[in-house]
C-alpha cells in the first residue's frame, strides 16, 4: 500500500508563480524524499529531508516536514514552464531496510 | 559520466514468454532497485538488493525474478506468470539503503503483444 499520499493530484500555473504541493504519510520515517519525473523518463532526486529537520532548501525549492501532522510540503518558487512534472515524496519508514514508499504523485503544469 | 542505463527503452512480450529487462549502474552503488508504474501511479517496488549476490522481494515480487551476479547490473526477468506486465519498469541505484537518494535510469515500457 502506498505510504504517501499526495495533494493536489494535479496543479496548474502560471510562470513566475509559486507551486505547494502536500504529502502525508502514516508511519514514522527516518526521512522524506522528494523526487521530479519529466513524462516518460526517470525519477530525479531534489531534497532528502531527515526527521529531525524541519525545513530545508535547494535553490527556488523548500521543503518543510511537520512529523506531528505526518506531512510534508514541497514549495516551487518564481516557477518556470520546465518545472512541468511529476513530483512524488517517498517515504523511508522507522524500522525498515530503507526501502523507499512512493506516493502517486503531484502532476504540476506551468503554462508560459 | 556516471549513471544508470535500462535498455531496451521499449519491449513487447508474446503471451507465455519470458522477458529480460537490463539495468547496469556505473557509479558503485551497493544497492540497486526494481519498480513498476503503472499509468498516474507512483512507483511500487518489486525487488532490491542491498549487495552482489544477496536480494529481497519487495511489495510486488510475483510473476518476476532477478539475479545480482555483479555490483553493477540486475537485470530483472518478467516471466509468463506475471499476467498483467504492461507497464514503466524503472531501475534505481543507491550508495546504501539509510539515508540515501537513489537514481534513476529512464525506464523500460513494457508491452503485450
Known amino acids: 500500500s502506498q505510504q504517501g499520499e499526495e495533494d493536489p493530484q494535479a496543479l496548474s500555473i502560471q510562470e513566475g508563480e509559486n507551486a505547494t504541493m502536500n504529502c502525508s504519510y502514516k508511519t514514522s520515517i527516518n526521512n522524506l524524499q522528494w523526487y521530479r519525473q519529466n513524462s516518460g523518463r526517470g525519477l530525479v532526486h531534489l531534497i532528502l529531508i531527515r526527521s529531525n529537520e524541519r525545513e530545508k532548501h535547494s535553490g527556488r525549492l523548500r521543503v518543510t516536514l511537520d512529523t506531528s501532522k505526518k506531512s510534508s510540503s514541497l514549495l516551487i518558487t518564481a516557477s518556470r514552464a520546465a518545472d512541468t512534472a511529476s513530483y512524488f515524496c517517498a517515504t523511508d519508514a522507522s524500522g525498515n531496510t530503507g526501502k523507499l514508499i512512493f506516493g502517486q504523485g503531484t502532476t504540476l503544469q506551468v503554462k508560459p | ?113
Open chain 2, 1 to 113: 559520466d556516471g549513471g544508470i542505463t535500462q535498455s531496451p527503452k521499449y519491449l513487447f512480450r508474446k503471451e507465455g514468454q519470458n522477458v529480460t529487462l537490463s539495468c547496469e549502474q556505473n557509479l558503485n552503488h551497493d544497492a540497486m532497485y526494481w519498480y513498476r508504474q503503472d499509468p498516474g501511479q507512483g512507483l511500487r517496488l518489486i525487488y532490491y538488493s542491498q549487495i552482489v549476490n544477496d536480494f529481497q522481494k519487495g511489495d510486488i515480487a510475483e510473476g518476476y525474478s532477478v539475479s545480482r551476479e555483479k555490483k553493477e547490473s540486475f537485470p530483472l526477468t518478467v516471466t509468463s506468470a506475471q499476467k498483467n506486465p504492461t507497464a514503466f519498469y524503472l531501475c534505481a541505484s543507491s550508495i546504501g539503503t539509510y539515508y540515501q537518494p537513489q537514481h534513476f535510469g529512464d525506464g523500460t515500457r513494457l508491452s503485450i503483444l
